[in-house]
C-alpha cells in the first residue's frame, strides 16, 4: 500500500458540464445571447436566478435600469428589450425575494431601493411593429444618503429586506409598509452581508477588515472579530442551518484565502485560514444546504471550484475549468435544478460581458429514478412567518418541499421544518448577553435523570498475566494430560476424539525388554513421558525438585517404574523443567512484541484519523 487514502463522499465525481463547448450556432442557443451587461466597477455578482427568471445588471443609458429574462427563452435575444426602468443611477445589485418567484428588489447609485413585481405572461419577444414596454417598480425604499450597494431578503420571514449603503449603515425594511425598522451602524462600507436560515442574525465584512455578527432586532453586533488581513474586497456566506460562517478574501501578501468561522466564537477561523491561490480577482462563495457543498467562483477567471464541509472542515471535491473569464456569477436555488439529470447545482456566468451561459453541476448516476439521498427536502415557497411577527421577535425556519413530488411533476409536497439542536441552528438567543435575553433553562431540567441512577454493569477487567510458576504448573498439567490419551488410545482404538472415555482398568502385561538406543533429548523426554509403567513392579515416590514442579496436578500421571535408576529420572525432570523455563522466556518475548504492535497499530490509527 502506498499510504493513500480515498475519502468516501456521495459528491466525489460532480462534475460541472458547460453549454457552450465550442463557439457555434447550436451551441449559442442554449445561452442567453446579445446581453448587453453593465460594466460599473462595484464590487456586485451582476446576476441573480429563481427558478423562473433571471436578472441581468444592464449597461443602459439616460438612468439605471436591469433586465429579466425568462429561463425558458434562450438563444439570441432580440436587440430592445423591456427593461425595468426607474433609478436615476446604475443599477448596482439586485434580489429576488426567496417566497415570490415574480418579486425582485434592486438597488442603484442614486441611494434609493425599489421594489418591482414582474408581469404576469411576461417575455422578451414581442410582435412585429411592436415596441417593447418598460415595467415600472410598484414601491420605492429611500433613507440612505448615498448609494446603495446590496440588496438582500430575509430567507424565513416574508418581505424583510436588508440593505447597505456607503452612508456605513445596514437598514432592514418592512417592504409592505415601505419604511425601515431597524439600522445597523457600522465604521466603513459594507462589502457584503448574509442572514443566517432563521433570519434572526446577520454577518457582514467591510472595508474595515472586520467581521461582524449582528443580532438585527437589538440593532447591537453580537461579535467583531479581525476578518482577512488583505486590502481586497472580502465576501462571506452564512453556511446554512449551521452555526458556521464562511468568507472568502485575501492575505496581506494577496493571496486568496478561505475561511471557517464559528458563529459563537469568531476570534479566529477554525483551523486557521486555508491558501487557494494567487490570483487577484475577488472570491464569490455560494452555499449549497442540501448538498453541503460550498462553491467558489473567482472574478476574472473561468474556474469555479468547490468543497464539501465534513468534520469541520472543507474537504476539495474538484473544479470546472474553463478558458472564458468571468464577471458575475448566479446559483439556481435547489427547487430548480433538473432532477432527472442528477443536476445537484446550476450556475450562470456572464461572458464577455455580451451573453450568460448556464453550467449544469452533475453527479454522474446510471439509474433513471429519483435520487434520494442527493435531493433532501429544500427550502420551498412558504416563509416561517410574517415581517409583523419577525420585527416583533419571532423566529423559526421555514416549511421544506420534498422534491420526489417535484420530480414525479406533482404539486410540492410540504414537510414542517425539523427542530435542529441549538449549536446546528443560528439562533439571537444563543449569543446574546444575559441582560438582553435569557437563555432556555434547558440543561437545568436534564440534571436529574433517572437513566444515570440505574446500575451500570462492571466493565471488563483484564486479569494480570500469568506468573512462570503458574505456567510451568499449567504447561506440566498439560503434559500429564495428554500422557493420559495417549495411554488410553494404546490400549483400545477410539471413533471419536471429542467423546469423553472413561479411564480404562490398567491391564498386567509383561514389559517389552528395553533397547539402549542413542536418543536425542526431545525424543528421550517424549518416551519417559509416553513409556507405559509396568503395574507388577512396585513405585518408588520422586521427591519434587522445586515447589513450582509440586503444585501441578499428579494424580493423572502414573509413577515411573522402579526400575529406572534414580540418577536417570532425576535427569529427565531437570530436562523438563529447563525446557518449560525456555518455553516460558518465548511465552515473555512474544508478549512484549505483541505489546509493541499493538502501540504502531494505535499510532497508525492516530495519523489516518489526522489524514482524514
Known amino acids: 500500500m502506498s499510504g493513500r487514502f480515498v475519502r468516501s463522499s456521495k459528491y466525489r465525481h460532480v462534475f460541472g458540464r458547460p453549454t457552450r463547448k465550442v463557439p457555434t450556432v447550436e451551441a449559442l442557443e442554449q445561452c442567453y445571447d446579445n446581453i448587453r451587461i453593465s460594466k460599473n466597477a462595484w464590487d456586485t455578482n451582476l446576476v441573480k436566478a429563481n427558478p423562473t ?43 429576488w425575494n426567496p417566497f415570490d418567484d415574480s418579486l425582485i428588489a434592486s438597488s442603484s447609485d442614486d441611494g434609493k431601493a425599489f421594489i418591482w413585481r414582474v408581469p404576469e405572461d411576461f417575455t422578451l419577444r414581442t410582435e412585429e411593429g411592436e415596441e417593447p414596454k418598460d415595467v415600472a417598480p410598484v414601491k420605492q425604499l429611500a433613507g440612505h444618503s448615498r448609494k446603495v450597494g446590496h ?26 409598509a415601505g419604511s425601515p425598522r431597524l439600522t445597523l451602524k457600522h465604521t466603513d462600507i459594507v462589502q457584503s452581508l448574509s442572514w443566517s436560515a432563521n433570519g434572526s442574525l446577520l454577518v457582514t465584512t467591510s472595508r474595515d477588515k472586520k467581521l461582524r455578527i449582528w443580532d438585527v432586532r437589538q ?24 452555526d458556521r460562517i464562511a468568507t472568502t478574501g485575501f492575505s496581506k501578501m494577496s493571496d486568496r484565502q ?4 464559528d458563529m459563537r466564537d469568531p476570534k479566529e477561523p477554525v483551523g486557521g485560514f486555508q491558501m487557494l491561490d494567487s490570483i487577484s480577482g475577488v472570491c464569490m462563495p455560494f452555499w449549497d444546504d442540501s448538498t453541503q457543498c460550498l462553491y467558489l467562483a473567482g472574478k476574472g477567471d473561468g474556474n ?14 474538484s473544479e470546472y475549468k474553463s478558458g472564458d473569464p468571468q464577471r458575475g456569477v448566479a446559483f439556481l436555488p435547489k427547487r430548480g435544478v433538473n432532477m432527472h439529470e442528477n443536476e445537484v447545482m446550476r450556475a450562470f456566468k456572464t461572458v464577455n460581458d455580451s451573453y450568460v451561459e448556464p453550467i449544469s453541476f452533475i453527479v454522474p448516476r446510471r439509474a433513471e429514478v429519483f435520487q434520494g439521498d442527493i435531493y433532501p427536502p429544500v427550502v420551498g415557497t412558504k416563509p416561517a412567518m410574517s415581517a409583523a411577527d419577525w420585527f416583533e421577535g419571532a423566529e423559526g425556519l421555514p416549511p421544506k418541499i420534498d422534491l420526489e413530488s417535484v420530480y414525479e411533476g406533482e404539486e410540492p409536497t410540504e414537510i414542517p421544518p425539523t427542530s435542529k439542536p441549538v449549536s446546528q441552528v443560528a439562533s439571537s438567543s444563543t449569543i446574546l448577553s444575559p441582560s438582553k435575553k435569557e437563555p432556555e433553562p434547558a440543561p437545568s431540567k436534564r440534571e436529574p435523570e ?19 510458576k503458574e505456567q510451568t504448573s499449567s504447561i506440566a498439567a498439560l503434559a500429564s494430560k495428554f500422557d493420559d490419551k495417549e495411554e488410553s488410545s494404546s490400549g483400545e482404538d477410539d471413533t471419536s476424539s471429542f467423546e469423553e472415555v472413561a479411564k480404562p482398568v490398567e491391564r498386567h502385561q509383561p ?16 518416551h519417559k513421558l509416553n513409556s507405559p509403567v509396568s503395574p507388577t513392579k512396585p513405585f518408588t515416590p520422586i521427591s519434587p525438585l522445586n515447589p513450582a514442579s509440586s503444585a501441578a496436578p499428579s494424580s493423572s500421571q502414573p509413577p515411573p517404574s522402579a526400575d529406572l535408576s534414580g540418577s536417570n529420572d532425576q ?21 512484549e512484541k505483541i505489546a509493541m504492535l499493538t502501540a504502531e497499530v494505535d499510532r497508525l490509527k492516530h495519523t489516518i484519523g489526522d489524514r482524514m
Open 151 to 176: 440588496v438582500l431578503f430575509n430567507p424565513a420571514a416574508a418581505n424583510v429586506l436588508a440593505t447597505s449603503s456607503g452612508d456605513y449603515t445596514v437598514k432592514l425594511w418592512d417592504v409592505e
Open 304 to 317: 469555479i471550484r468547490y468543497f464539501e464541509y465534513e468534520h469541520d472542515r472543507f474537504e476539495y471535491l
Open 258 to 261: 478561505l475561511g471557517l468561522w
Open 219 to 242: 440593532e447591537a453586533p453580537a461579535h467583531v472579530a479581525p476578518g482577512h488581513a488583505g486590502a481586497k474586497n472580502s465576501r462571506v456566506t452564512w453556511m446554512g442551518e449551521h
Open 450 to 468: 433517572p437513566a444515570k441512577e440505574l446500575p451500570q454493569p462492571s466493565p471488563a477487567i483484564r486479569s494480570p498475566p500469568p506468573s512462570m
Open 511 to 526: 514389559r517389552p525388554p528395553e533397547k539402549h538406543t542413542q536418543t536425542t533429548e526431545p525424543e528421550a523426554i517424549t
Open 571 to 591: 535427569i529427565t525432570l531437570q530436562d523438563i523443567r529447563t525446557l518449560l523455563e525456555a518455553q516460558s522466556r518465548t511465552i515473555d518475548g512474544q508478549s
Open 53 to 95: 427568471y433571471l436578472s441581468v445588471n444592464w449597461e443602459a443609458s439616460g438612468g439605471g435600469a436591469f433586465a429579466v429574462i425568462p429561463l425558458n427563452e434562450k438563444g439570441r435575444l432580440p436587440e430592445q428589450l423591456p427593461l425595468f426602468r426607474g433609478h436615476k443611477a446604475v443599477v448596482l445589485d439586485t434580489d
